[in-house]
């Protein structure tokens, strides 16, 4: 039965599960490095205008709710146990454990992206710090500010993007495990899907101080 199992995960373009789950694994790393290298320039570029207009970006982040984005990156950080718990419990074969821990990773990246929308956005908004939209922010360096909102909601909304599609992706993953089609000889997809979302919070790890710790808070 288990040979059968272990059969029917088998890839026909592949020898054995070994060889498929180090193709699967080569495949999510390349794709990751090629992400990278995308948040790299945008890193690169906010930290050669944080450099060049600095007391401007120290006022912008200032006007940040410094609350909600610790209150996110906790979130994240409580969605990366849950999913390195659901890639054990598919390694394990265990179907209910991986139903579990797939539903609270989805609840918790809902979570994240809700309070993205609905306060901080929604206030940044209204408050008038919104470039192009609303930005009506006064003082001596409202130029700088303002490019610093634009490097603010370009990275959060490039970060937030990549969160609904991981949400996606959970979705799907949801639906096959709760089918049963995730054990012991076919887990690639949950893993990979783990390596994408941990990717994403690291991200968000990196933003919150280069965006919400700017000069110390008063």
């Known amino acids: 039965m288990a040979d059968h199992h272990a059969a029917s995960a088998l890839a026909h373009q592949f020898e054995d599960l070994e060889q498929q789950h180090e193709a699967a694994s080569l495949g999510i790393w390349v ?12 890193f690169a570029g906010y930290t ?20 909600l984005g610790a209150i996110n990156t906790g979130v994240l950080i409580c969605s990366s146990l849950t999913m390195a718990l659901a890639v054990r419990a598919a390694q394990l074969g265990k179907r209910n454990a991986l139903v579990t821990f797939l539903i609270l990773t989805l609840a918790l990246g809902l979570a994240f992206i809700l309070t993205k929308l609905t306060f901080e ?9 919104a470039p192009g939209l609303n930005f ?6 409202a130029k700088s500010v303002e490019l610093f909102f634009c490097f603010y909601f370009l ?14 992706i959970l979705m799907v993953l949801l639906v ?26 690291i991200v ?11 000069g110390g808070r008063y």
């Not at 207009?53 to 982040?61: D, H, I, K, T």
């Open 155 to 168: 990275m959060t909304g490039v970060h937030a993007v990549h969160m609904v599609v991981g949400l996606g």
């Open 204 to 214: 968000w790890i990196f933003l919150f101080p280069l965006l919400y710790l700017i």
């Open 31 to 42: 794709f990751l490095a090629t992400e990278v290298m995308f948040f790299g320039g945008l």
């Open 48 to 67: 050669i205008y944080r450099h060049l207009y600095l007391p401007g970006f120290v006022e912008g982040s200032h006007l940040l709710n410094v609350t």
């Open 136 to 141: 009506t922010f006064a003082g001596p360096h």
């Open 176 to 201: 096959l495990a709760w089918k049963g089609r995730f054990g012991p000889a076919r887990y690639n997809a949950v893993e990979a899907a783990g390596l994408y979302w941990h990717f994403v919070d």
């Open 121 to 129: 956005w929604r206030h940044d908004y209204l408050e008038g710090l």
